[in-house]
């Protein structure tokens, strides 16, 4: 039965509990504790389930020296509405028409997934780690449901004189009875999430959790925005030994019910609407 008091209700918080972006010096993931107050080395190898994979921009405002964030979409053909935390709005379009005013924005693919734990994070790609994860995707995301996925480490790529790493992803075998069982109710917690924020207008979409804890610890923020590849022949080094071994708590599901809503596959985007000037690694 429906009540009064939802019209009160603040919509519901991303469920995702790690935020990780790829780390092209260092060779490895990373995610922002807030604890902390830095970047956190991801342990690798890890494995993942893909529960859902969406379009956003993010980047650093340099005018206003803050963080960019848009909405997430969940096709290239919907609206993109960029921000910046402290300048405020810098663009609204589909993203081939609005690429070249985003002042320092840049195109991430935005991957939903399940950890081993059975817990929710996000895996941010721009990038030359992006086209990675499309090359790795595009003859066999029909698997993607059923079998883990693992960063078994990082390959090195070069262009002209610059050295970068893109992460190496390969298949880890496929889900037995028990974990498709924690995919499918991670999966019911993302859906319940998203069944909320895509019924939002693009420019009501609020920051995701990552973003806020970004801007929060500026400017750790600005360096996480402006990181760049590496340039020299030294290979980068291995995450320490001592670094924190558990990604995430394991997590309650909800057992909240949503509306019916079919899992997506994996979009990749048309050459008109990401051209290779968004998989360099710069």
């Known amino acids: 039965m429906s009540s ?6 603040s919509g519901s918080s991303n469920p995702a509990k790690r935020f990780l972006e790829w780390d092209s010096n260092n060779a490895g993931f990373k995610f922002y504790d807030k604890e902390k107050g830095a970047n956190v080395p991801v342990k690798i190898p890890f494995k993942f389930v ?12 340099g005018k206003s020296e803050s963080g960019i964030y848009s909405n997430e979409v969940t096709d290239m053909n919907q609206v993109l509405n960029v921000k910046s935390f402290k300048g405020g709005y810098i663009a609204s379009g589909l993203y081939r028409d609005i690429k070249d005013k985003l002042q320092g924005g840049v195109y991430f693919k935005s991957i939903y997934v399940m950890l081993a734990d059975g817990s929710i994070a996000n895996i941010s790609l721009k990038g ?3 086209a990675a994860w499309g090359e790795f995707t595009k ?24 050295k970068y790493t893109v992460p190496a992803f390969e298949f880890k075998g496929s889900l037995k009875e028990t974990e498709g069982q924690m995919a ?15 019924s939002r207008k693009p420019e009501d979409a ?6 806020l804890l970004e801007e929060e610890a500026a400017p750790a923020s600005k360096a996480a925005h402006l990181d760049t590849p590496v340039s020299t022949s030294a290979k980068p080094a291995a995450p320490s030994p001592s670094a924190p071994a558990p990604l995430v708590q394991p ?32």
């Open 4 to 9: 009064r008091r939802d019209e009160f209700k």
């Open 50 to 61: 893909v529960l859902k994979t969406l379009h956003t921009v993010k980047g650093w405002h």
């Open 128 to 130: 030359a780690a992006c």
């Open 139 to 162: 003859k066999v995301s029909n698997r993607l449901p059923d079998e883990w996925v693992a960063v078994s480490g990082a390959t090195d790529q070069k262009n002209g004189s610059v």
């Open 184 to 198: 499918d109710a991670a999966y019911d917690v993302l859906k319940a999430y998203f069944n909320d924020y895509l």
């Open 206 to 211: 609020a920051p995701s959790a990552d973003e």
């Open 251 to 282: 997590m309650v599901v909800s057992s909240t019910t949503a509306p019916e809503w079919t899992q997506p596959t994996v979009i990749i985007p048309t050459q008109d609407q990401i051209d290779e000037s968004d998989l360099l690694p710069f």
